[in-house]
């Protein structure tokens, strides 16, 4: 069991909470969140790299002159790739570099990954955030208060905020995210975690139901 404690707005210690580690992931596999990491990072690959080979490139393709009788070397196409402005030999052409792991595979490593923000005692509980209007300002102060101002940080909240994401979006190392999308990548892209405790609960409450219908599915096999 982790005690945790909870936080308000000023960084003042407020109160308790209580953290089964089982109730997020069963551990943490360093190799499924690596694969998970590269598995992301070869998704944002554009791929757009592009030549042109000798068949791409603009010019005729007759000889550039008679064959024999000129004391020069023969000579074809001023397309081919040893002539200036020729196509090139082995030409890029664009590429999909995505793919995808299993999607139980991908989901446990996001729980792994949370798991080891609390673990790693890279994780702040705040009890409540509430913006009344957009205002910077008020999430500068809010990460001051905590001592985040100069970390980078990944704000988890219950559910999306418009207020609370235009008053964090000028903040150069504030990620925002709902719980619904958060994954593995973006938790370990950011050095500390700040989570709401509606967020937490709800992060519990998924998990708890995940684990239920799994065993479900279990017994009916």
């Given at each position: 069991m982790i005690s945790l404690p909870i936080r308000d707005n000023s960084g003042q210690e407020v109160g308790t909470y209580e953290l089964e580690p089982s109730e997020l992931a069963p551990a943490v596999n360093k190799q499924l969140l690596h694969d998970v990491v590269v598995m992301y990072e070869a998704n944002r690959r554009v791929g757009s790299a592009k030549t042109k080979?000798?068949?791409?490139?603009?010019?005729?393709?007759?000889?550039?002159?008679?064959?024999?009788?000129?004391?020069?070397?023969?000579?074809?196409?001023?397309?081919?790739?040893?002539r200036r402005g020729g196509g090139h030999t082995f030409a890029k052409v664009p590429k999909d570099w995505s793919y995808r792991l299993p999607r139980k595979a991908v989901k446990l490593a996001t729980r792994m990954a949370l798991l080891s923000k609390f673990l790693d005692e890279e994780a702040t509980i705040l009890d409540e955030l509430a913006v009344a209007e957009p205002k910077t300002k008020v999430m500068a102060d809010i990460l001051k208060s905590l001592g985040m101002s100069h970390i980078s940080c990944?704000?988890?909240?219950?559910?999306?905020?418009?207020?609370?994401?235009?008053?964090?979006?000028?903040?150069?190392?504030?990620?925002?995210?709902?719980?619904?999308?958060?994954?593995?990548?973006?938790?370990?892209?950011?050095?500390?975690?700040?989570?709401?405790?509606?967020?937490?609960?709800?992060?519990?409450?998924?998990?708890?139901?995940?684990?239920?219908?799994?065993?479900?599915?279990?017994?009916?096999?």
């Amino acid at each position: 069991m982790i005690s945790l404690p909870i936080r308000d707005n000023s960084g003042q210690e407020v109160g308790t909470y209580e953290l089964e580690p089982s109730e997020l992931a069963p551990a943490v596999n360093k190799q499924l969140l690596h694969d998970v990491v590269v598995m992301y990072e070869a998704n944002r690959r554009v791929g757009s790299a592009k030549t042109k080979s000798r068949g791409q490139v603009t010019g005729t393709t007759a000889k550039m002159y008679r064959q024999k009788g000129t004391g020069r070397a023969r000579a074809g196409s001023r397309r081919t790739p040893v002539r200036r402005g020729g196509g090139h030999t082995f030409a890029k052409v664009p590429k999909d570099w995505s793919y995808r792991l299993p999607r139980k595979a991908v989901k446990l490593a996001t729980r792994m990954a949370l798991l080891s923000k609390f673990l790693d005692e890279e994780a702040t509980i705040l009890d409540e955030l509430a913006v009344a209007e957009p205002k910077t300002k008020v999430m500068a102060d809010i990460l001051k208060s905590l001592g985040m101002s100069h970390i980078s940080c990944l704000l988890t909240i219950d559910s999306h905020d418009a207020n609370i994401w235009k008053s964090s979006r000028n903040i150069p190392n504030l990620v925002v995210s709902p719980t619904r999308n958060l994954n593995a990548y973006v938790l370990l892209q950011q050095r500390r975690l700040l989570v709401t405790k509606a967020a937490l609960d709800t992060l519990r409450g998924s998990q708890a139901a995940t684990t239920t219908e799994t065993s479900v599915v279990e017994d009916d096999g």
